[in-house]
């Protein structure tokens, strides 16, 4: 659901920068037309809106990482699970590291 609104919310920005581009060539600085800089105000809410939730998402665990090349903390247990790899001797070291501290 937040990924749709953040999609949504996004497509929005687009076409508020299309208007404004638009907006801007017809009006050719007619001093008496406001419609750019309404446009631009329309942009910038959209992109508080799409950073607050985007910040909301992350804040809430509903968006993160899942890249296979970051597998997320190590634990005591995954380290001693993997005993012939040279992961899971970095992951030793990494762990021995913050065992020191």
């Known amino acids: 659901m937040l990924k749709v609104l953040i999609v949504i919310l996004m497509v929005l920005l687009v076409l508020s920068l299309m208007s404004g581009a638009y907006f801007l060539m017809i009006d050719q600085g007619d001093k008496t037309k406001r419609r750019t800089l309404n446009s631009l105000g329309v942009r910038l809410g959209l992109a ?48 021995e590291d913050l065992d020191r501290e």
């Open 48 to 95: 508080i809106s799409l950073m607050a939730v985007i910040i909301y998402g992350v804040a809430s665990g509903q968006l993160g990482h899942r890249n296979p090349w970051d597998a997320g903390p190590i634990t005591q247990d995954d380290a001693a699970s993997d005993t012939d790899s040279s992961a899971s001797r970095g992951a030793r070291r990494r762990i």
